[in-house]
C-alpha cells in the first residue's frame, strides 16, 4: 500500500434527476448505477469503489429525496437521509439554477445537522453560460454553509477529476477496504434486474415506470465451451392494462425492453446472453412490505 494512503466514504445525495448515477458511473468509469430521464430511478443504496494512487472512495449512491407516497417511497427517503450519519463526506448535487425549491431546502435543512463535511456539487454545468453559473453559486452560498463549492458535468466530464481530488483532501490515512479489481458490492442479479428496468423506464410512458420492479429468476451458465449465459427474468407491474403495455402489440414492447437490456448486459458480465422476459402483475406491491422485501428493498437497521 503506498505511503499516505487515503480511504473513506462519501455518499451523494439530491433531489431525483439532478445526476446522481450518471456522476457516480462517471466517477467509477463503468456502469453501475442505472440512469433515466424519470426521477426516482435509483431505488436502493448503491456502493461502488473509486481506487488510484492517492488512496480508496467508497461511494453511497442514494435514491433522491422526495415526498414518499407509498411505503416504496418512505423505503427510498429512509435510505437516503440513514446514509448521512454513516460517512466522512456528503456530496450533495445540485442543478446549476437560481430557483430552490422546498425540496431542496429540507435537504439543506438535514444536511446542516450532518455532523460531516458537505460539498455541494452544482452538476449540469454544460447547459449554462459561466456568468450564469457564478449568480447560481451566489444564490446555494446563502442557502446555508458548505466546505467546498465544485461545478461540474457529469455528463461531459468536466471538472470531474477536480472533485475526486478535493474529495481526498476531506479525507484521512486509512486500510483499503476492498481489492483493486472491486468496483461495486451490489450482486450480479440486482445489477442485471436494474438493466432491465432502465430500458423499461426508457422506452415505457410516464404513467407506468414506477408501478414496476424486475425479478431475476434464474442466471445459469450453459455447460459447453462457448460462453453463454441463460436469463429468466420478469417485469412485475400493477394493473391489468399496463401488462398489456409493457408487452406491446404482439410482444413487440417487450422484444424492444429485451434487446436494449441484452447488449448492456452483455457488456456487464462479459459473456453472450439468452435473455428470456416475462411480465406479471402484482397489484399495489409498492405499497406491500412482502413484496418489497421480495423485489430486495430492505429498511435500513
Known amino acids: 500500500m503506498e505511503k499516505n494512503f487515503k480511504s473513506g466514504f462519501a455518499t451523494l445525495v439530491g433531489r431525483p434527476n439532478v445526476g446522481k448515477s450518471t456522476l457516480m458511473n462517471r466517477i467509477i468509469g463503468q456502469k453501475i448505477a442505472i440512469t433515466s430521464n424519470k426521477p426516482q430511478t435509483t431505488r436502493n443504496r448503491i456502493q461502488t469503489v473509486y481506487h488510484d494512487e492517492r488512496g480508496q472512495i467508497i461511494f453511497l449512491d442514494t435514491p433522491g429525496i422526495h415526498k414518499a407516497k407509498n411505503k416504496l417511497g418512505e423505503y427510498m427517503v429512509n435510505v437516503a437521509e440513514h446514509t448521512f450519519h454513516e460517512v466522512d463526506v456528503v456530496l450533495w448535487l ?8 422546498q425540496g431542496e431546502r429540507h435537504i439543506a435543512e438535514v444536511l ?11 452538476n449540469k454545468i454544460d447547459k449554462v453560460k459561466k456568468e450564469e453559473l457564478l449568480v447560481c453559486i451566489d444564490t446555494y452560498r446563502e442557502l ?37 479489481d472491486t468496483v461495486t458490492d451490489q450482486p450480479e442479479r440486482q445489477i442485471v434486474a436494474e438493466l432491465i428496468r432502465e430500458k423499461a423506464l426508457r422506452l415505457l410512458s410516464d404513467e407506468i415506470p414506477h408501478g414496476i420492479a424486475v425479478s431475476v429468476e434464474q442466471m445459469k451458465k450453459r455447460p459447453g465451451k462457448r460462453k453463454l ?17 409493457i408487452i406491446g402489440k404482439q410482444g413487440s414492447m417487450l422484444k424492444q425492453i429485451g434487446i ?3 447488449k448492456d448486459i452483455e457488456d456487464f458480465l462479459q459473456s453472450k446472453v439468452n435473455l428470456k422476459l416475462w411480465v406479471k402483475v402484482k397489484k399495489d406491491w409498492r405499497d406491500s412490505d412482502f413484496l418489497l422485501k421480495n423485489f430486495g428493498y430492505r429498511e435500513m437497521e
Not at 94 to 101: L, Q, S
Not at 149 to 176: D, N, R, W
Open 144 to 180: 446555508m454553509e458548505f466546505q467546498e463549492i465544485v461545478p461540474v458535468s457529469a455528463k461531459t466530464g468536466e471538472s470531474v477529476e477536480h472533485l475526486i481530488e478535493v474529495m481526498f483532501g476531506y479525507l484521512e490515512e486509512g486500510p483499503q477496504y476492498y481489492d483493486e
Open 260 to 262: 436494449h437490456s441484452r
Open 112 to 122: 446542516s445537522q450532518a455532523d460531516v463535511p458537505v460539498i455541494l456539487v452544482m
Open 94 to 101: 445540485v442543478e446549476a439554477t437560481t430557483f430552490i425549491g
Open 229 to 245: 449465459i441463460d436469463i429468466d427474468a420478469t417485469i412485475v407491474c400493477e394493473k391489468n392494462s399496463h401488462k398489456g403495455i
